[in-house]
């Protein structure tokens, strides 16, 4: 009895960490793509793409700038994937299923050398 | 950008993820030819818009498809090391390649894609794998069926070499990669093709997170397009999920079939 209650805990986290991510960048995108809809004039598109601790740092600051929300918005659903492989470490270790605990650090750890790699 | 662009790329954005979901390819496939060819988009901002449209309706899909078991999860964890590992290397070989080779790699990709939708029509394999024959075996219920099925895992390795191959295509050209996989995991694996389809869906996501932020860093990922087209593509695979149930024919597949060997010959000769 223990083993189905216990399996499938992985299941329904990563259920959970997908609508999350996915409801989350689409409402931050769609306030963007509101704010500039109402006001195209005053968008101002970076010359390049910013460091991802500024758009965390525009958003904690209660910016409401368009480009900033969306920016944001990308970087949720560009990081989503990433929290899955985190969340199937947590959920693979509270199943006691060991190998693929292991096989899931093994995604995220590739995952985090791109981002470190391509951020540096 | 105008409200007229914005309006053009969610109404493209759903009407390509519409395409995508109904036959099975994905948004990428069709996201991608319409930013170059209607909105004259660099090739390479054009990818990274469809990387992240392909992580939306990935993550979308897979979670339903998880919660009710459909995904072979401890498989698509370890083909998922293949995936990344050629996301990755796909990532940084497009960022100093140029548009117009892109672009013709990006036609070639097409007419591939049009004749694996016309050969798949005609080749599936109905005997899954026993539940004993293999590994990572897995059952969930056929809700059209109205059956439990189970099966497990045959020949990993040779998915494996196909996964790296369908990675390093999502890395370079921004599309899924399902076309490849889910064959390979029904002809190869035996895996019954709504748990190799929903698999291969499932590892979509991360695969494509794996080279977005390569395109990111590069700043070829523009929010004033992405953030449109991504939404579109995420609302038109809801409904293409939905017209899909009601709509089944030969003749469709037939017709995108033809329309994106066309679209091929269009990129390549752009």
């Not at chain 1, 931050?28 to 010359?47: D, E, I, Y």
């Not at chain 2, 901002?45 to 401890?74: D, P, W």
Request: proline content about 4%.
């Amino acid at each position: 009895m223990e083993s189905t209650v216990t399996r499938h805990i992985v299941d329904r986290w990563i259920g959970w960490t997908l609508r999350i991510g996915v409801w989350g960048s689409a409402t931050l995108m769609v306030l963007g793509l509101a704010l500039a809809w109402f006001s195209p004039g005053t968008l101002r598109l970076p010359s390049e793409n910013p460091h991802p601790a500024d758009v965390l740092h525009s958003l904690l600051s209660g910016s409401l700038d368009p480009v900033m929300l969306m920016f944001a918005g990308l970087l949720f659903l560009m990081l989503t994937p990433f929290l899955r492989v985190l969340t199937a470490v947590v959920g693979f270790a509270a199943e006691k299923d060991r190998t693929f605990v292991v096989v899931a650090l093994v995604v995220f750890t590739m995952l985090l050398a791109e981002l470190v790699f391509s951020l540096r | 950008m105008s409200a007229d662009s914005f309006l053009l790329l969610i109404v493209g954005g759903i009407a390509t993820g519409t395409i995508g979901a109904m036959l099975g390819l994905g948004g990428g496939v069709f996201l991608t030819p319409f930013l170059v060819l209607v909105f004259n988009l660099p090739m390479h901002q054009a990818i990274a818009t469809s990387i992240l449209a392909v992580i939306a309706t990935s993550s979308a899909g897979a979670a339903m498809n998880v919660e009710r078991r459909i995904v072979n999860l401890r498989l698509g964890m370890v083909l998922e090391i293949a995936t990344v590992i050629g996301a990755i290397f796909g990532g940084l070989t497009a960022n100093v390649l140029s548009g117009e080779v892109l672009s013709r790699i990006f036609a070639v990709l097409l007419l591939c894609v049009s004749f694996m939708m016309l050969w798949r029509m005609r080749h599936s394999r109905e005997v899954s794998t026993p539940i004993d024959a293999g590994v990572f075996p897995a059952s969930f219920k056929d809700e059209a069926a109205g059956e439990v099925v189970s099966y497990s895992v045959a020949r990993v390795p040779w998915v494996m070499c196909v996964s790296l191959i369908a990675g390093n295509i999502s890395g370079l050209l921004g599309v899924g990669g399902g076309i490849f996989k889910v064959p390979a995991m029904n002809i190869i694996s035996g895996i019954p093709l709504k748990a190799a389809t929903a698999t291969s869906n499932f590892m979509i996501g991360v695969t494509a997170s794996a080279s977005a932020f390569i395109y990111f860093a590069h700043g070829h990922l523009n929010p004033l397009i992405a953030s449109p087209a991504a939404l579109g593509v995420l609302l038109g695979s809801f409904l293409g999920v939905r017209i899909n149930r009601r709509i089944k024919g030969e003749y469709l597949t037939w017709i995108f079939a033809a329309a994106l060997f066309l679209i091929s010959l269009k990129m390549f000769w752009r």
